[in-house]
């Protein structure tokens, strides 16, 4: 079956712009879950989403927002963009995402260069 | 806080051979899950291994296996019969209940594989 599809895989996109990124779950899989990876804070949580709604947040900005749509879908917005905002942005979908079914499924990223 | 330690950033091994990478986490649940996941120069993160807390056995797959201690909080991974095609970043990740189940991941561990 298909993996996990994000898009665009690299954006590049001026300071004080925003940005939207799409991620497209495994087929039957209802959680997604947001993750930035810098070289210098390595991989951290932004949020996850279950059925539509926002289940976890991690600690980042309110310009770090997200949405799920009724068919899993995803996709995560950052508005007016710093330099630090660089950076890759995995997305992962799991069954549920907690319990016994907690196997995230990653996808490949969509690089994020902001100048 | 919940933290994951790799203390290893680099590591290098022949083809052929064995090699342990480490990994330490600290927190006060008792029902946790770990993971250990490989990211190649693709960027797509693959789950390598996993293991549930409340599991004395060591996970195995293939040529990968773990070796935990869960009173120590360590969470080594093993890998034996080294292939070129090993060559990776290698994360540690866990996550509890508590954390909402978001993946709580290492700075990575990159691993070369030499002829």
């Known amino acids: 079956k298909a993996g996990v599809t994000q898009t665009p895989r690299y954006l590049i996109k001026t300071r004080g712009q925003q940005v939207t990124l799409s991620c497209s779950p495994i087929?039957?899989?209802?959680?997604v879950s947001w993750y930035q990876q810098t070289p210098g804070q390595g991989l951290q949580f932004l949020f996850e989403?279950?059925?539509?709604?926002?289940?976890n947040k991690g600690n980042f900005p309110g310009r770090f927002s997200g949405r799920q749509f009724s068919n899993s879908r995803s996709e995560m917005n950052v508005s007016t963009l710093e330099l630090g905002d660089s950076a890759l942005y995995l997305c992962?979908?799991?069954?549920?995402?907690?319990?016994?079914?907690?196997?995230?499924?990653f996808g490949q990223g969509t690089r994020l260069t902001v100048v | 806080a919940q933290t994951v330690t790799q203390s290893q950033p680099e590591m290098s091994v022949q083809e052929a051979e064995t090699v342990t990478l480490s990994c330490t986490y600290d927190?006060?649940?008792?029902?946790?899950?770990l993971f250990w996941y490989k990211q190649p120069p693709s960027r797509q993160m693959i789950l390598v291994i996993r293991?549930?807390?409340?599991?004395?056995q060591n996970a195995t797959e293939n040529r990968f296996s773990v070796n935990f201690q869960k009173a120590a909080k360590s969470f080594s991974l093993k890998i034996s019969d080294s292939q070129l095609g090993d060559t990776a970043m290698y994360f540690c990740?866990?996550?509890?209940?508590?954390?909402?189940?978001?993946?709580?991941f290492g700075k990575g561990t990159s691993l070369l594989v030499t002829p």
């Open positions: 989403y279950f059925s539509e709604t926002q289940r």
């Open positions: 087929s039957g899989h209802r959680s």
């Open positions: 992962a979908s799991s069954l549920q995402g907690q319990g016994s079914n907690t196997e995230a499924f």
């Open positions: 990740a866990f996550m509890t209940r508590n954390s909402g189940y978001a993946l709580n």
């Open positions: 293991q549930e807390a409340y599991k004395q």
């Open positions: 927190t006060s649940e008792n029902n946790y899950y």
